[in-house]
């Protein structure tokens, strides 16, 4: 990450003075010519960094420069230091050490912890995390993943494929990858995805047309229009899941929402989860093929 090197030459200009774009670009890995563009962007940042060409020259910070007072403003700060805290739920790789350097460098490193953000569901097991560091792990070095996926039907099948991208959407996290198999992009809930490993193939990047959210969109199942009555006894979830504006109250404290979801056995389940407290008045097809699987439901306890 471009902010992380920047943040890290100018933390050590600052502990070791004078070093040369070659002694910076051998540090970080990269060609001086990219030392010298980030020399630039801290310039224009407002960072006081000084070059000088010659015998004995090199880049260093003006003498007594102090970051957090030059950098940005507080305020700024703090709203980097909230992002990168967000970006922790992630596990992005080295970013706890991040985090630590610019807590002590905007002198904020015993604040910084107001806030923890968690993407894992409720009794997750630490599997996910596992999961979910490899597959960020892969999509850093371009590697091939294997696991096997459970689709929307039940139907277990192996996967090679060439991560992509992650994609949080709707309480969820996605992996889109293009399928060795399928030969094209397909989008793979995490929770659904087993025995994931890392193998030794890489592959090179591809281009694709379709955007992040046109993919996404291009595997879910078609929208259903639904019409639903809650109990008034579930009105906490019911705003927890629903923007306010889809929400009409009734006088007897119920909740009518009209709002269209993907079709498919996730809504079934999620329909469900709210027992009694939910009636589905439109369509009547999904009406009728809800009160078809409560009926079977209930031949198991009769």
């Not at 880049?59 to 980097?80: A, F, R, W």
């Not at 970013?95 to 807590?103: A, C, I, P, Q, T």
């Not at 009734?250 to 989860?273: H, I, K, N, R, T």
Request: with cysteine.
């Amino acid at each position: 990450m471009k902010i992380n090197r920047l943040f890290e030459i100018t933390t050590v200009l600052l502990n070791r003075g004078t070093l040369t774009a070659r002694e910076l670009a051998e540090h970080f890995g990269v060609s001086t010519r990219t030392i010298l563009r980030d020399v630039d962007a801290l310039a224009l940042s407002g960072v006081p960094v000084l070059m000088k060409k010659g015998y004995g020259g090199g880049i260093s910070l003006l003498e007594n420069y102090v970051m957090n007072k030059t950098l940005m403003s507080e305020q700024e700060s703090e709203s980097l230091l909230f992002a990168v805290k967000t970006l922790q739920a992630t596990q992005y790789p080295d970013v706890d050490s991040v985090l630590e350097k610019m807590g002590a460098l905007f002198q904020k490193a015993a604040q910084h912890d107001w806030v923890e953000v968690d993407f894992s569901h409720w009794g997750s097991l630490p599997n996910e995390n596992n999961k979910f560091r490899a597959i960020k792990k892969a999509l850093l070095t371009r590697k091939v993943i294997s696991f096997e996926y459970v689709n929307a039907q039940g139907e277990q099948t192996s996967r090679l494929v060439e991560p992509q991208k992650l994609v949080f959407k709707a309480n969820a996290w996605y992996l889109i990858a293009y399928c060795t198999a399928k030969e094209t992009l397909r989008t793979f809930r995490i929770s659904r995805l087993k025995n994931l490993k890392i193998t030794t193939e890489t592959f090179q990047e591809r281009i694709f047309e379709a955007t992040t959210t046109e993919t996404l969109e291009a595997f879910t199942s078609p929208n259903i229009a639904l019409k639903l009555r809650f109990n008034a006894t579930v009105l906490n979830r019911v705003y927890d899941d629903f923007s306010d504006t889809l929400i009409e109250r009734s006088e007897d404290g119920s909740a009518m929402v009209e709002v269209s979801f993907p079709e498919g056995e996730w809504l079934y389940g999620y329909l469900l989860s709210f027992g009694p407290c939910v009636e589905v008045l439109e369509p009547t097809y999904f009406r009728e093929e809800l009160a078809t699987r409560l009926a079977k439901t209930l031949t198991l306890y009769s």
